[in-house]
């Protein structure tokens, strides 16, 4: 399979800093600390993790929408980290990005028809004429009317407003599409409408997903390969199918046994396992094994030694002392 | 209005496009505000006056001296009584008001050009650039206005123009820093991080995401200054230091009164009002336009709340 | 019954016009039960629960009809003295947000003591020690030590647990919870849902849960009822609203959400639109838009709330239809 996106070793240290004047670094937060992965053509892989894990830094350096501390973003095989600006606007048609908030990634000042259009403009790839018909073909395509164009994003739904945002990312015909979240903000029934929609336009135009989420539920439904993150680093990576039905890191399996399903009989029988105290402070994250303060199965040397990510079986990729499937005992 | 609870959705697609450019927004805000309207009207009376001055009364009226007419009432020849010249209040509150005008508007709009692109560079680009400017303004903050107005007065000599400078150069600083903060505000959505992914360049997210949509609080305090802006002048000018005579200025005319207190109150009368209804007019414009950026009035009748 | 609402119907007067909120919802409680009032955004659930203790803001909102029993006493004649005394002390309620929920400028230990301290006569140590009691049992660790902390020293779920003591501090009858995991993450969610079940089952009080969240309530709730639009669709036990649900809304909602024991990759049914606004509420039944199986009839009556089986209601003319034919 065409690989089309590799990460290396990405690292990205935000700095704190204090003083108004002169300000000195007081420490770092380790927002994405050294992860691997990559893409293939047309799959869509995703990336979960709670609040703080990094999942949203690290989609805005695969942008290039922040510098990274270290590591390496390779789009079709070339380090685009290396790009000076000519070459990393053209490569920006190629990738683009679906935002979490609709509410909040549409201009409220331009109208739906600018802002689709906006790309197009951009990139000198349409013009007058020629870009209106684009931006009608684009609000069909993602299930709108083409009279939309000529509104104000506050006219919209919240749904309606992600299927602009959805067009506003397909208008230069991109290989690469980032989705940061897009549908944690929407009602439950439009969720589905956002869901099925994207998965629609991947069979019809052959896109690649890296679809960033923290809903386990949506990332089983839409996702090819997982990778799970805890506190910057991924902590397993496996196929779908894999990793939801055999987690081998203590953390997936509770994160997935955490989970509440809408079945009250499988709920009321399921054996939950409920971690202990809260994500400790990326500013100074644990030794060794960044889960080992929240780890029902934690030994003395996972406080000492980093477990790395390994090949526990074909495909699936765990960084654990004792990784084994469900590795954490359910009486 | 007391808030609505979070979850309501009020948000309706079918209906005519109503625009959300800025003076769409702005025009409608006004015109639903009466205390607003109100001072629309007075300050397109001001206007209207400034432009047609030469119509309404005739100049030779508002300077010169005329020993025959001198600390004359209000009557129906001098509707507003004459100085302690013979000249006309009516002819020089009229002509007065071109100072006015030039003054509020010219001194605003430089310190608007020097405010909104200092704001601009400190808010987006942030670092040095950012330390440099706010510091700099800081200085600005350190004396009181008047004052400060004063000093840069004394330095520059002074004139109508100088009197522009002045303000202006005090303006700036207010300005940049509350358009700081609103772009800083406005930087962080994620529309603008969506231009920076398509490839749009600096000039263009400044230009049409963050400047349409940080702009607002800027207006709002716009308007506001226009009125200090007069009321300055006419204190410069009151101080001597402000425009020079024979123009006529609401400033001189004050302090031209205060020998004549008791003798000729409609001396003083006339420009105190001239000068009072008029700062009142930006003022309410300025106080109207402020309702439109309360989100939370916003969200009860131009703008959709959050579902 | 502990708890019993009529026909609650709360609207509010804004400039644009009226926004029906809640439009005719009636449920009941007893001891020891969870009701679950689950609808999107905009359906009228969390106005439902600030009305039952007249805590809507008058104007632009207003209660227009409707009782609410507690305990035999419809409580909304209440004068606000009285209200009161029920508030925070009989109904306890906690909301979504812990970020917003706690004063900031005040200490963890000052605003439990507080919301001890207005309804209970004790003096000040007996508070103290009742607060460090509260807060062991919602499970924050050192509780003595973390009196003195301020609410940005703990994290959001440490917070929504320091609501929970607050909101249990006086023994209630009735938790109203609002969304009480919506912004916190799976695993801490898993801690919250757990202890509220576990304090719900040690004080054998009822629990009013208010969410969007199908997964949340299935191991929770004993009764559900629905919502859309500011109206009552469906209200029923949770094993028939799960497995034998009848409004075509909650049907096509149950077949619209992403499921962990579903496998990958077959469409999801969707439910095409969006929930309407409550200031243009749709005529007749509000999902006929929405709705697959809408005819005339939908169009233009609104469907009554009737009891199809013992304790299964549904506003749904087609379902009704069906079952007399």
């Keep these: ?331 | 209005m007391a808030k609505l609870p979070e979850e309501f959705n009020l948000e309706e697609i079918d209906q005519e496009p109503r625009g959300t450019t800025l003076k769409r927004e702005i025009l409608v805000t006004l015109r639903k505000n009466k205390m607003a309207s109100f001072g629309l009207i007075v300050i397109a009376i001001l206007v209207l006056v400034a432009i047609f001055a030469p119509v309404i009364a005739p100049y030779k009226n508002a300077v010169g001296f005329y020993p025959e007419e001198i600390l004359k009432p209000p009557s129906v020849e001098h509707m507003m009584g004459t100085d302690d010249l013979g000249r006309d209040i009516f002819a020089r509150i009229v002509w007065g008001s071109r100072v006015s005008v030039e003054v509020g508007i010219l001194a605003v709009a430089f310190g608007l050009i020097i405010g909104l692109f200092m704001g601009a560079l400190a808010g987006y680009k942030g670092g040095m650039a950012d330390t440099l400017i706010m510091r700099t303004a800081d200085v600005f903050f350190a004396f009181p206005y008047i004052l400060g107005a004063i000093a840069v007065m004394t330095i520059l000599g002074p004139g109508l123009e100088n009197v522009i400078i002045a303000i202006g150069v005090l303006e700036w600083a207010y300005i940049a820093r509350l358009f700081r903060g609103s772009v800083l505000a406005t930087k962080v959505n994620d529309y603008v991080e969506a231009a920076r992914a398509i490839g749009a360049d600096d000039k263009r997210i400044i230009m049409k995401h963050i400047l349409p949509n940080a702009i607002t609080p800027v207006i709002v305090y716009s308007a506001m200054s226009v009125g200090t802006a007069i009321i300055t002048e006419a204190a410069l000018s009151f101080l001597g230091v402000g425009v020079q005579p024979p123009r006529p200025s609401w400033g001189w005319m004050l302090s031209d009164s205060r020998a004549f207190m008791s003798r000729a109150p409609w001396m003083m009368y006339f420009p105190g009002l001239a000068i009072l209804v008029t700062v009142l007019g930006f003022v309410l414009v300025a106080d109207g336009l402020r309702d439109m950026l309360d989100p939370r009035l916003k969200g009860m009748s131009e703008h959709v709340t959050r579902g | 019954m502990l708890l019993e609402v009529n026909n609650l119907r709360t609207y509010f007067y804004i400039e644009r016009g009226v926004v029906k909120a809640v439009d005719g919802v009636s449920f009941s409680i007893d001891r020891g039960e969870t009701l679950a009032i689950v609808g999107e955004s905009g359906s009228g659930k969390s106005v439902t629960a600030l009305s039952l203790l007249k805590l809507i803001p008058t104007p632009p909102g207003k209660i227009l009809e409707g009782e609410v029993f507690f305990e035999g006493e419809n409580i909304l004649d209440f004068s606000e003295k009285n209200l009161r005394k029920i508030r925070g002390n009989r109904i306890a309620m906690i909301f979504q947000d812990p970020t917003t929920s706690l004063n900031p400028v005040f200490t963890i230990g000052d605003q439990v003591m507080e919301a001890i301290l207005t309804h209970q006569r004790v003096p000040k140590k007996i508070a103290r020690e009742k607060t460090v009691k509260l807060l062991e049992m919602v499970g924050i660790p050192q509780a003595r030590g973390r009196l003195s902390d301020y609410p940005h020293q703990f994290s959001g779920g440490m917070r929504q647990r320091v609501m929970i003591a607050m909101a249990l501090s006086c023994e209630p009858d009735i938790l109203i919870a609002d969304e009480p995991t919506t912004a916190l993450d799976v695993t801490i969610q898993a801690q919250i849902l757990e202890l509220m079940g576990n304090l719900q089952k040690e004080f054998n009080s009822a629990t009013i849960l208010i969410t969007h969240d199908l997964g949340v309530v299935a191991g929770l709730a004993d009764r559900i009822l629905v919502m859309y639009a500011g109206k009552p669709v469906e209200y029923a036990d949770v094993n028939s609203i799960y497995y034998l649900p009848r409004h075509p809304y909650t049907l096509s909602l149950m077949d619209s959400v992403t499921r962990l024991d579903k496998s990958r990759k077959k469409r999801l049914q969707s439910i095409k639109g969006s929930p309407p606004s409550l200031i243009n509420i749709p005529s007749g039944c509000s999902f006929h838009p929405r709705c697959k199986f809408a005819t005339d009839i939908c169009h233009k009556e609104v469907p009554e709330l009737i009891e199809i089986k013992p304790g299964h209601f549904t506003a749904c003319h087609q379902v009704n239809n069906a079952d007399k034919g």
């Excluded at chain 1, 749904?159 to 549908?183: M, S, T, Y």
């Excluded at chain 1, 953390?251 to 054996?271: F, G, H, N, R, W």
């Design chain 1, 1 to 331: 399979m065409d690989m089309l996106l590799r990460i290396e070793n990405l690292i990205k240290y935000f700095p704190i800093k204090r003083g108004v004047m002169f300000q000195k670094e007081v420490g770092r937060v380790h927002a994405v600390d050294g992860i691997n992965f990559h893409i293939n053509k047309g799959e869509t892989f995703g990336l979960v993790g709670e609040s703080g894990c990094g999942k949203t830094t690290t989609a805005r350096l695969i942008l290039r929408l922040i510098e990274p501390t270290s590591g390496t973003v390779s789009f079709k095989g070339e380090n685009i980290l290396t790009y000076d600006k000519n070459k990393m606007r053209e490569t920006r048609r190629e990738i683009q990005v679906i935002f979490q908030d609709p509410f909040a990634s549409l201009n409220p000042r331009m109208t739906v028809g600018d802002i689709i259009g906006e790309p197009l403009l951009v990139h000198e790839v349409a013009n007058g004429f020629e870009r209106k018909k684009r931006v009608k073909e684009l609000l069909e395509m993602v299930g709108l009317e083409s009279e939309y164009a000529r509104h104000y994003p506050h006219q919209f739904s919240g749904g309606q407003r992600q299927r602009i945002g959805v067009a506003r990312a397909l208008a230069l015909n991109p290989k690469l599409i980032i989705c940061d979240e897009p549908v944690s903000a929407l009602d439950v029934s439009v969720q589905s409408q956002i869901i099925n929609l994207l998965a629609e336009l991947q069979e019809k135009l052959g896109l690649t997903y890296l679809f960033i989420a923290h809903d386990l539920g949506v990332v089983r439904h839409l996702c090819d390969r997982v990778g799970v993150m805890y506190l910057g680093k991924i902590v397993e990576l496996a196929n779908n199918n894999e990793l939801y039905n055999a987690p081998h890191h203590p953390y997936t399996q509770s994160l997935l046994s955490a989970v509440p399903i809408p079945d009250p009989k499988k709920e009321k029988k399921k054996k939950r396992i409920i971690l202990k105290g809260d994500v400790p402070s990326p500013v100074n994250p644990p030794s060794g094994c960044r889960f080992h303060t929240r780890c029902p199965i934690a030994q003395e040397i996972c406080s000492r030694v980093e477990p790395k990510l390994r090949e526990i079986m074909e495909n699936q990729w765990t960084a654990c002392h004792f990784a084994k499937p469900n590795p954490i005992p359910v009486d």
